[in-house]
Structures are given as C-alpha cells and as structure tokens.
C-alpha cells in the first residue's frame, strides 16, 4: 500500500524537517495513529510532494524528516470540467469522483434548468463543501495537485473559457460526435486545454446551446445511455484521460 498523504502549506516542504499540525496533524496522530519509523507522504497541494519518515508524534502534531522530494510536472492538456449544480449532495459526489480520476479545474454553473440555486449568501459556504471535497479526495487518490474549484460561472463566463480552450466539448446525447473520437489538443501547455460542460438534469436550453456553439465549443456523444449529471463529468473524463494519453 502506498503511503497516506497529508497536505502542508506553501513552502513547508523547502525544509528538512517538516511539522504537520492543525486538522491535519490531528489526522495523523489522532486518527490514522501514526508512529515514529512510518513513511508519509506530504503535498502542497500545487504539485511538490515530499516522503517522509515520521520521528516524532505529539498530540495533534506529527514531526516527519524529508527523505526525497520531487514536483510532478504540470499535467497537458489540462482538463477543466464546467459543472451544472446538480441537487442535493450530488454536487459532492460529483467533485470526489472528477477529482480522483483527474480533473484539474472545476467550474460551478448555475444552468437555467439547475433546480439547485445558490443564493449568493450561500455561495461562500457551498464553494467550501466543494473544495473540501476536492482537497479529501485528492488526499485519496494520492495526487500531489489539488484541483481548483472556482468562483460559480455565468453563461457568458463558461462561453469565455471554450473561446479561450483548446477543445470545447458540450456532452449532448442528440450529437453525432463521439466523445471517443475526438480530436484532442497536444500535451504542450499552448494547446489551450480541454473545457468540458456537463449540463443540468433537465438538459442544456437552446440559448445555451447557441452561445457554446457560437463560443466554438464541439457537442459530443458520450455514450448510448443518460447519465445522471454528477456522473457524467467522471465518465467523459476517463475517456479523455486516455485519448490525452494522460492514463
């Protein structure tokens, strides 16, 4: 088994000796009973990861002595996923599972047939369940880079990121392209990335369509049946995954 991973803050892992506090610590100590002789791995979340030895463990705290440290090199094309809010905590579920099969960047959009709003007092406290998730999960999947969940996007904001893309894909079950099939963008981090949009339950409206259309965004086909839209996004992932030989 490979070795749990804890996430410190920026630059912690520049130094030798590495001391892991807070919830974090709390973890290690508290829940996973960690003890001095075992082997961690630590994050910053952007990309650098250390192994660890663990020396020391206090109550909330873990002391771990670096033994290699490296940082992974930045993943091409990056894949950014445009999430429709789907209901209750299937918004969580939706996050956990793009993050394990690596999504780089998530984008909340409130489609015009979302049944779920975010009031904008709400906003702050859902893009906090949607980041710990993401945090947790990457923890997980033992990735050094933790996916960014943005700041909720407008539909003009969603058209602006397919313009600016190098690949913008709407998922569609009426289109004759297959997610398969596409033409992806090269493993270079000119190639402007990949922008996937997974519309709300009650489907994308033709306004929306025409905008994306017009923004220069592909609809695909990802396969024969329906998918829930907190599923959707995991699954058109993995066969981007492949395609960008990523996998």
């Known amino acids: 088994m490979t070795p749990p991973v804890f996430v410190t803050g920026a630059g912690e892992l520049d130094t030798e000796r590495v001391v892991l506090?807070?919830?974090e610590g709390r973890h290690a100590a508290t829940v996973r009973r960690l003890s001095a002789g075992d082997v961690v791995q630590l994050t910053d979340g952007a990309g650098t990861r250390a192994?660890?030895?663990v020396t020391e463990v206090g109550k909330d705290t873990l002391v771990c002595a670096v033994e290699e440290r490296a940082t992974d090199p930045v993943p091409c094309p990056w894949l950014t996923v445009v999430q429709a809010?789907?209901?209750?905590?299937?918004?969580?579920?939706a996050v956990e599972s793009m993050t394990e099969v690596g999504v780089d960047t998530i984008v909340p959009w409130s489609a015009e047939r979302c049944v779920t709003r975010w009031k904008p007092e709400r906003v702050p406290k859902a893009l906090g369940k949607w980041r710990a998730t993401a945090r947790e999960a990457a923890k997980q999947a033992r990735r050094s880079r933790i996916p960014e969940v943005t700041e909720p996007a407008t539909t003009d904001g969603v058209a602006s990121l397919i313009s600016a893309s190098g690949l913008g894909i709407v998922l569609h079950e009426e289109s004759?392209?297959?997610?398969?099939?596409?033409?992806?963008?090269g493993d270079?981090?000119?190639?402007?990335?990949?922008?996937?949009v997974v519309g709300?339950?009650?489907?994308?409206t033709d306004t929306e369509l025409r905008t994306f259309d017009t923004a220069g965004a592909v609809r695909?086909?990802?396969?024969?049946?329906?998918?829930?839209?907190?599923?959707a996004g995991v699954a058109a992932l993995s066969v981007l995954q492949t395609r960008c030989e990523r996998w």
């Open 188 to 196: 270079s981090a000119e190639s402007g990335g990949i922008v996937l």
């Open 200 to 204: 709300p339950e009650g489907g994308f």
């Open 85 to 93: 809010l789907p209901k209750g905590d299937r918004g969580e579920l």
């Open 220 to 231: 695909s086909l990802l396969g024969p049946t329906v998918l829930r839209t907190s599923t």
């Open 21 to 23: 506090s807070g919830a």
């Open 51 to 53: 192994r660890c030895m």
């Open 176 to 185: 004759g392209h297959r997610l398969s099939e596409l033409v992806v963008p």
